[in-house]
Each structure stands twice: as structure tokens, then as C-alpha cells.
């Protein structure tokens, strides 16, 4: 009998149900109901919730616009990494996923091969080049994270989630009170310079930095 969804649709419809709803929106009966069918019909393409969960992972990963390569490496590892930022904030109720859920086919994974492939031609191979590839990738994710959510508060106004910061530290945690409101007028320019700070760290980091080179410092 021939398959009445395929695995994409009910990717992109468990996508739309937490992008809608978020995470606790996702459950086999909200799935069931936008793909009008049966919620036990689910389990003959998705066995358990975190296999569903992999599953929205993959659909976003699929999304990233990836550019070609060209042959300035630093710029290449730019554009990815930029290309990842903005499809994570187009989908910010998956960003916890992206955190704890691993992705399951080899297409899905095609953004993280671009981003060690760019930073590969900058000359990074081994230990150096997975320890770049991890900084990189848990920036791009902390980001959009803190962006989306805030820290240390709940309130949506980054002037109001400022005042509460501020008060929180003001006396015992100083440079915390400092910081508050700075936080409150600065930004669309936390990804741009953060990334650059962290990609000046890679490009003048002396090479092969391995356990040899940091025993000496």
C-alpha cells in the first residue's frame, strides 16, 4: 500500500505546530490533527517523540542557505556561520533542539560539513580544526539563544529586562549593573562583532595549537 505521507511532510507540519506553538505545542495528537489523520498512523513513520524531534532538527537545517565556497577562507566561514545565525532566529522554538538533538540523514548535515569545510581551508586540520569548528558552532547557537530569550529575565522589552538586571546586581555585582542598560540600547550588532572576535581568535591563534603548545603557556 502506498504511503499516505512521506517523511518530509511531516517535517515541515511538526515545524509549523512550534513555530506556531512551541516545543510543548508538539505532541503525536497536534501532529495527527494538522496532517488529518490518526495519532497511532504517526508511528508507522516516527517512532518515539525524539525521533519526531530529530526530524524538525533535519527540516531546519535544510532551510540554511548555504553560499558556495570561494577562496577566502575567513569570509567563507563568515557567510555560513551568518547563514546558520538566521535561520536559527527565523525559528527560534527549535534552538533547544539544535542544542540537544543530533541529526538524523546525511543532508541535514550539510551546513556543519560547509562550516568545517571553510574553516579547513584556512589551513585548520585535526584537534585545531574541531576545536574551531565547536567554537564557532556553540557561538552561533548561544547567540541566537541569548537574542531570542534574554538573559536572567523574561520580559520581552530589553528596556524592561534591563531595569530588572540592573536592580538585581546593582551594589553586589557591579560591572553586571554596568552592562544593563548598555544591553538595553545595543543591538543588531551582538552576532556581527561577537563572530568577528571570535574569528580574529582563530586566524591569530599560532598553529598546531595542541597540548605541546598550551603546556608552554
Given at each position: 500500500m502506498?504511503?499516505?505521507?512521506?517523511?518530509?511532510?511531516?517535517?515541515?507540519?511538526?515545524?509549523?505546530?512550534?513555530?506556531?506553538?512551541?516545543?510543548?505545542?508538539?505532541?503525536?495528537?497536534?501532529?495527527?490533527?494538522?496532517l488529518?489523520?490518526?495519532?497511532?498512523?504517526?508511528?508507522?513513520?516516527?517512532?518515539?517523540?525524539?525521533?519526531?524531534?530529530?526530524?524538525?532538527?533535519?527540516?531546519?537545517?535544510?532551510?540554511?542557505?548555504?553560499?558556495?565556497?570561494?577562496?577566502?577562507?575567513?569570509?567563507?566561514?563568515?557567510?555560513?556561520?551568518t547563514?546558520?545565525?538566521?535561520?536559527?532566529?527565523?525559528?527560534?522554538?527549535?534552538?533547544?533542539?539544535?542544542?540537544?538533538?543530533?541529526?538524523?540523514?546525511?543532508?541535514?548535515?550539510?551546513?556543519?560539513?560547509?562550516?568545517?569545510?571553510a574553516?579547513a581551508?584556512?589551513?585548520?586540520?585535526?584537534?585545531?580544526?574541531?576545536?574551531?569548528?565547536?567554537?564557532?558552532?556553540?557561538?552561533?547557537?548561544?547567540?541566537?539563544?541569548?537574542?531570542?530569550?534574554?538573559?536572567?529575565?523574561?520580559?520581552?522589552?530589553?528596556?524592561?529586562?534591563?531595569a530588572?538586571?540592573?536592580?538585581?546586581?546593582?551594589?553586589?555585582?557591579?560591572?553586571?549593573?554596568?552592562?544593563?542598560?548598555?544591553?538595553?540600547?545595543?543591538?543588531?550588532?551582538?552576532?556581527?562583532?561577537?563572530?568577528?572576535?571570535?574569528?580574529?581568535?582563530?586566524?591569530?591563534?599560532?598553529?598546531?595549537?595542541?597540548?605541546?603548545?598550551?603546556?608552554?603557556?
Amino acid at each position: 500500500m502506498r504511503a499516505r505521507f512521506t517523511l518530509t511532510d511531516i517535517q515541515q507540519h511538526a515545524l509549523a505546530i512550534v513555530d506556531r506553538d512551541g516545543l510543548a505545542g508538539l505532541t503525536m495528537r497536534s501532529l495527527a490533527a494538522s496532517l488529518q489523520t490518526g495519532p497511532m498512523t504517526l508511528y508507522n513513520y516516527v517512532e518515539s517523540r525524539e525521533a519526531l524531534e530529530e526530524l524538525v532538527v533535519d527540516a531546519v537545517s535544510a532551510r540554511v542557505e548555504l553560499p558556495g565556497p570561494t577562496d577566502d577562507w575567513l569570509a567563507d566561514t563568515r557567510a555560513v556561520a551568518t547563514a546558520l545565525w538566521r535561520t536559527y532566529r527565523a525559528h527560534p522554538a527549535v534552538i533547544p533542539l539544535i542544542l540537544t538533538r543530533r541529526t538524523s540523514s546525511r543532508a541535514s548535515l550539510a551546513p556543519t560539513e560547509a562550516l568545517a569545510a571553510a574553516l579547513a581551508r584556512g589551513g585548520l586540520k585535526g584537534v585545531d580544526l574541531f576545536v574551531a569548528f565547536r567554537a564557532v558552532s556553540a557561538f552561533v547557537t548561544g547567540i541566537a539563544q541569548n537574542e531570542l530569550a534574554g538573559a536572567l529575565t523574561r520580559e520581552k522589552d530589553p528596556a524592561s529586562a534591563a531595569a530588572r538586571i540592573e536592580a538585581l546586581a546593582q551594589g553586589a555585582l557591579p560591572t553586571l549593573a554596568e552592562l544593563a542598560p548598555v544591553g538595553a540600547q545595543f543591538s543588531g550588532q551582538e552576532f556581527e562583532r561577537g563572530l568577528t572576535l571570535v574569528l580574529n581568535g582563530i586566524r591569530h591563534t599560532p598553529r598546531p595549537f595542541g597540548p605541546d603548545h598550551q603546556a608552554d603557556h
